[in-house]
């Protein structure tokens, strides 16, 4: 009977795993073909030969600049980096022209440019940006330039402008410059068609009869927009300022009163011209449109131009190389 009841138990437990087995492979069925791996730890760093590994990022932090309210906006020519006056280059030379400038102002220079201004171009750019420079800071300012072909004397004329495209100040001037002499250094012709002069100074300057008739037609312009009349060209103002611009030219200065001691009244009598009103602009360095920009952001000047009391003017421009300002340009404006 023990032996009865032991088969039992054991065939009883037998079926058991057998039903147990049966249940575990219903419900983990395995696919055909699967493989099981163990997989290894990975390495710390490893990038799958399938995955392309992105480069690192390194961020560079900006610098936040607060632009005050109503800032100033000057600047100190310190000295010429590179290329001097009157430096000699071959003809068709390419060189770099660099200026180091002082911000003596209050605003930052954040997206300021130089650009080309007047006189000879020597393929600069229209505009080229300069470094970021706060208040205080020095900066060097480069431009490069190609030389003429020919021999001779060239003036090119720069300006320092702020993105919104006003000149910065540069002491009492909004221009500056770069002179070199190609060959000899005889002197050419310079803007639209320029001839030497033969009279009326003391020095090989050059007249300009396209500068001449451009700024007359820049101020009339600038009448015109105030609802003012046009003045009209007097040869004998003309003679008056053309004989002040070439004085200039020739002796290095900007004044209104002349080498000789002459004031604006005795140069415009001395012409032969009798006003009743009479006045005088003046301006160096840069060409017409320099000059026209200075002029009218300066209550004086501008006055000047837009005086109603004026009816004819004269206009005189000398350019002479070797002269403090290069461009000399002289309205004269009167009412007999």
Known sequence: MKNKILATLILITFLSACISV??????????????TAALAPTKAGYVPPTQTPSPAVTLTPTLAVTIPPN??????????????????????????????????????????????????????????????????????????????????????YFTLNDPNGKDVTIGIEKTFWVKITVGSG???TTGSGSTPAT???????????????????????????????????????ANAAQSHAADMACNSMISHTGSNGSTIRSRVAAAGYSPSYVEEIIYGGGGPQAAMTWWMNDQIHRDAILNSRSSEMGVGYAYFSNGSYGDYIVVVFGSP
């Open 186 to 188: 005889a002197s050419p």
């Open 199 to 237: 009279s009326g100074g003391t020095c090989a300057y050059s007249q300009d009869a396209g500068y001449v008739n451009q700024v007359a037609a820049l101020i009339n312009a600038e009448r015109a927009k105030a609802g003012m009349s046009a003045l009209t060209i007097n040869s004998l103002l």
């Open 22 to 35: 049966q249940v575990d492979d219903a419900a983990t069925p395995t696919p055909a073909g699967f493989v």
């Open 71 to 156: 800032c100033t906006n000057t600047a100190a020519l310190v000295r010429d980096v590179t290329i001097q006056d009157g430096t000699v280059v071959n003809a068709g030379e390419t060189f770099t022209k660099t200026w180091e400038f002082i911000n003596t102002g209050t605003c930052p220079w954040i997206g300021y440019v130089l650009k080309y201004a007047a006189g000879d171009q020597m393929s600069a750019p229209l505009s080229e940006p300069i470094p970021a420079t706060l208040p205080k800071d020095r900066v060097e300012v480069s431009v490069q330039l190609t030389a003429p072909t020919a021999n001779g004397s060239y003036t090119g």
